[in-house]
């Protein structure tokens, strides 16, 4: 029987178990995950619209589908939506979701912490997304392109509130980004089950380790890049303003020191969830484990060695751009290891065509060209000639797309039985892969071409005569089968859900430890924490080679296991910076009641600290099978 843990706290927490509430005032790391991942798909929902737009405005020349200034706001939300608001996100969800399970915890480090972090990135992305309700005429979306390079975000060329919008909403969502990195960190490092060393993680945990390692080092700097941004249109300062002496290069700096490692911030976890998804369905040890790791870290220290190769033009100079270059042809070494590593482990296996398998093999050769044209604009000549067309266009779109989303594809269908207790068809899923595989190809690959005839990114329309028509309309093709292989994705979820829970455990012969516990898990997790005493221990507790037993399960350390409580507090403190963000939106109006505002934001927040404070631990005490 669930009992009240004793709390010192003066403020009691929330006790609603189901419904809406129970959500809202969640420290569950598995619902904020689930949250996490809703929210992340609503958003690549809203950025895939706006990508089709834009498709539409250039299938043919001289369309008028929409304006150049409408255009240029979709071309820089698009970016800032799916970067930010989701694929950050939806692998945020996978991450949340599954790390405790993977070292044998029952919850982060800090469960509220985890909570604030959702709430603050949620505000956050509809407060960049605001500007949308007041239009474009009126200046007030973000139409600068997802970099903001201060020298367009200058309030003598955006007058408008759209860079204001973009600049304080990206810093709300770094502030939650950052403590999820620190929460991540201490969970991994201090929470792994007994006997599970560092070189016995599972390949994702490294990859969530380090990439929370990169967060907490580059996030500083674009946050400082923003403040500074933010002071020069908010209050006339003039870091970035040319004719008062500042320099719209250190703008540049700062956010590619920060911008280069965020491509690994996207492309790391991805690269874990492949690592965890091949092993399973080749039914084969992961080749060369020890080198996926040091490759791993290797790519999180050098992530910050390459930046100014997204500055070539900018004339710094034959040496400079020289070093840069070489780092940046260095760097596709340990990616190139994780490459044959995978395929190494497919080569041999049993290698099951389910549909995880099929996007995570979709993964290796769409990064793959990814990666090869990445290679390509380590040549500083060469990468003068490509800089700003669509073969830059082309690269980052098989590295998001072709990379992390076909990794996050083939995670949801490995992992949607365990979260939600329901397999998903796998007739639905092959066409889903189908069509989104043949469309992705269709749609991005045409930017090669269009980059080496030279057309430059981010124009809104075209004159007949270029040679750009075709692959135009052949592009814009692609795009109309990559959305009709999202709404069957969409279909799938629609009709899994209504079906009943009567998921396995271990639908796949599982590897790991999430795949011992029932789907979808209890709240507790793990009724006992398990004793590791090998990688892969689930594995080879199915079907030992050995007498040495994989995994060990101590009677005696069953008792009651304490739960975190309930908590209001987390989505207050999101809410305290957000209306403090909104009055500085008034002061950029010149309204008289910014600065109450703005106080108001302040004052919120520190409410909300001391209600966290006071509000004591709380929770239940439960008997292992219970679950409120």
Same mark, same amino acid.
């Given at each position: 029987?669930?009992?009240?843990?004793?709390?010192?706290?003066?403020?009691?927490?929330?006790?609603?178990?189901?419904?809406?509430?129970?959500?809202?005032?969640?420290?569950?790391?598995?619902?904020?995950?689930?949250?996490?991942?809703?929210?992340? !798909?609503?958003? $690549?929902?809203?950025?895939?619209?706006?990508?089709?737009?834009?498709?539409?405005?250039?299938?043919?020349?001289?369309?008028?589908?929409?304006?150049?200034?409408?255009?240029?706001?979709?071309?820089?939300?698009?970016?800032?939506?799916?970067?930010?608001?989701?694929?950050?996100?939806?692998?945020?969800?996978?991450?949340?979701?599954?790390?405790?399970?993977?070292?044998?915890?029952?919850?982060?480090?800090?469960?509220?912490?985890?909570?604030?972090?959702?709430?603050?990135?949620?505000?956050?992305?509809?407060?960049?997304?605001?500007?949308?309700?007041?239009?474009?005429?009126?200046?007030?979306?973000?139409?600068?392109?997802?970099?903001?390079?201060?020298?367009?975000?200058?309030?003598?060329?955006?007058?408008?509130?759209?860079?204001?919008?973009?600049?304080?909403?990206?810093?709300?969502?770094?502030?939650?980004?950052?403590?999820?990195?620190?929460?991540? @960190?201490?969970?991994?490092?201090?929470?792994?089950?007994?006997?599970?060393?560092?070189?016995?993680?599972?390949?994702?945990?490294? %990859?969530?380790?380090?990439?929370?390692?990169?967060?907490? $080092?580059?996030?500083?700097?674009?946050?400082?890049?923003?403040?500074?941004?933010?002071?020069?249109?908010?209050?006339?300062?003039?870091?970035?303003?040319?004719?008062?002496?500042?320099?719209?290069?250190?703008?540049?700096?700062?956010?590619?020191? $920060?911008?280069?490692?965020?491509?690994?911030?996207? @492309?790391?976890?991805?690269?874990?969830?492949?690592?965890?998804?091949?092993?399973?369905?080749?039914?084969?040890?992961?080749?060369?484990?020890?080198?996926?790791?040091?490759?791993?870290?290797?790519?999180?220290?050098?992530?910050?060695?390459?930046?100014?190769?997204?500055?070539?033009?900018?004339?710094?100079?034959?040496?400079?751009?020289?070093?840069?270059?070489?780092?940046?042809?260095?760097?596709?070494?340990?990616?190139?290891?994780?490459?044959?590593?995978?395929?190494?482990?497919?080569?041999?296996?049993?290698?099951?065509?389910?549909?995880?398998?099929?996007?995570?093999?979709?993964?290796?050769?769409?990064?793959?060209?990814?990666?090869?044209?990445? !290679?390509?604009?380590?040549?500083?000549?060469?990468?003068?000639?490509?800089? #700003?067309?669509?073969?830059?266009?082309?690269?980052?779109?098989?590295?998001?797309?072709?990379?992390?989303?076909?990794?996050?594809?083939?995670?949801?269908?490995?992992?949607?039985?365990?979260?939600?207790?329901?397999?998903? #068809?796998?007739?639905?899923?092959?066409?889903?892969?189908?069509?989104?595989?043949?469309?992705?190809? %269709?749609?991005?690959?045409?930017?090669?071409?269009?980059?080496?005839?030279?057309?430059?990114?981010?124009?809104? %329309?075209?004159?007949?005569?270029?040679?750009?028509?075709?692959?135009?309309?052949?592009?814009?093709?692609?795009?109309?089968?990559?959305?009709?292989?999202?709404?069957?994705?969409?279909?799938?979820?629609?009709?899994?859900?209504?079906?009943?829970?009567?998921?396995?455990?271990?639908?796949?012969?599982?590897?790991?430890?999430?795949?011992?516990?029932?789907?979808?898990?209890?709240?507790?997790?793990?009724?006992? @924490?398990?004793?590791?005493?090998?990688?892969?221990?689930?594995?080879?507790?199915?079907?030992?080679?050995?007498?040495?037993?994989?995994?060990?399960?101590?009677?005696?350390?069953?008792?009651?296991?304490?739960?975190?409580?309930?908590?209001?507090?987390?989505?207050?403190?999101?809410?305290?910076?957000?209306?403090?963000?909104?009055?500085?939106?008034?002061?950029?109006?010149?309204?008289?009641?910014?600065?109450?505002?703005?106080?108001?934001? $302040?004052?919120?927040?520190?409410?909300?600290?001391?209600?966290?404070?006071?509000?004591?631990?709380?929770?239940?005490? @439960?008997?292992?099978?219970?679950?409120?």
């Amino acid at each position: 029987m669930a009992t009240a843990a004793k709390t010192l706290g003066v403020i009691p927490r929330p006790t609603a178990q189901t419904g809406f509430w129970s959500w809202v005032a969640t420290v569950d790391h598995k619902r904020i995950g689930i949250l996490y991942g809703v929210t992340g !798909f609503f958003f $690549f929902l809203v950025g895939g619209i706006e990508a089709w737009i834009m498709r539409l405005q250039l299938a043919r020349p001289g369309l008028e589908v929409v304006t150049a200034k409408t255009f240029n706001a979709l071309f820089t939300m698009h970016a800032t939506t799916m970067i930010f608001l989701g694929v950050t996100p939806l692998l945020s969800a996978f991450m949340n979701y599954l790390l405790p399970l993977l070292i044998g915890a029952r919850d982060v480090a800090f469960p509220r912490l985890n909570a604030f972090s959702y709430w603050i990135y949620l505000f956050g992305g509809i407060f960049i997304n605001a500007g949308w309700l007041m239009g474009t005429a009126r200046g007030a979306v973000p139409d600068v392109g997802w970099f903001g390079y201060a020298n367009l975000t200058s309030v003598q060329y955006t007058s408008g509130l759209g860079s204001d919008f973009w600049t304080l909403g990206l810093l709300l969502l770094g502030v939650g980004t950052l403590l999820t990195g620190f929460n991540f @960190i201490v969970t991994i490092l201090n929470m792994r089950a007994p006997g599970m060393s560092l070189m016995k993680m599972p390949v994702f945990v490294w %990859t969530t380790l380090v990439t929370s390692a990169i967060i907490i $080092f580059a996030f500083p700097s674009i946050t400082v890049a923003l403040i500074m941004l933010m002071f020069d249109r908010a209050f006339a300062a003039n870091f970035f303003e040319v004719a008062e002496g500042g320099s719209v290069l250190l703008y540049q700096h700062l956010f590619w020191v $920060f911008g280069h490692p965020e491509v690994y911030i996207l @492309i790391l976890p991805a690269m874990g969830i492949i690592s965890e998804v091949l092993p399973v369905h080749a039914r084969k040890m992961l080749f060369g484990y020890s080198v996926m790791v040091f490759s791993t870290a290797l790519i999180g220290f050098m992530g910050f060695t390459v930046w100014s190769h997204h500055m070539f033009t900018v004339g710094m100079g034959p040496v400079v751009n020289s070093i840069f270059a070489l780092t940046t042809m260095a760097i596709a070494v340990p990616t190139g290891v994780k490459i044959f590593n995978w395929l190494s482990t497919m080569w041999g296996g049993q290698v099951r065509f389910t549909t995880p398998m099929l996007y995570a093999i979709g993964f290796l050769a769409s990064f793959t060209i990814g990666g090869l044209s990445g !290679f390509m604009h380590a040549v500083a000549p060469s990468n003068t000639q490509q800089h #700003d067309t669509y073969f830059v266009v082309a690269h980052f779109h098989y590295v998001l797309i072709g990379g992390t989303l076909f990794a996050i594809l083939s995670g949801i269908h490995h992992w949607f039985p365990k979260v939600f207790g329901r397999m998903l #068809d796998e007739r639905l899923g092959r066409w889903s892969f189908g069509l989104i595989f043949t469309g992705f190809h %269709t749609f991005a690959f045409p930017f090669h071409f269009l980059g080496l005839m030279g057309m430059p990114r981010r124009i809104y %329309t075209y004159a007949p005569g270029m040679g750009w028509e075709f692959w135009n309309l052949v592009s814009t093709i692609g795009v109309f089968i990559l959305a009709a292989g999202i709404l069957v994705l969409i279909t799938n979820f629609i009709m899994t859900m209504r079906k009943p829970m009567d998921a396995p455990a271990d639908p796949w012969d599982g590897r790991t430890l999430e795949w011992t516990l029932p789907s979808p898990p209890p709240v507790y997790n793990f009724a006992v @924490i398990p004793e590791v005493r090998l990688r892969d221990a689930f594995w080879f507790h199915k079907h030992p080679e050995t007498d040495e037993p994989a995994l060990v399960y101590d009677p005696q350390a069953a008792g009651p296991i304490h739960l975190p409580g309930p908590s209001l507090m987390p989505l207050l403190l999101a809410l305290g910076p957000t209306v403090a963000a909104t009055g500085v939106l008034f002061l950029r109006m010149r309204e008289a009641y910014a600065v109450p505002v703005i106080v108001a934001g $302040f004052v919120i927040a520190l409410l909300a600290i001391w209600g966290w404070a006071f509000e004591g631990e709380g929770g239940t005490l @439960i008997e292992a099978g219970e679950e409120s």
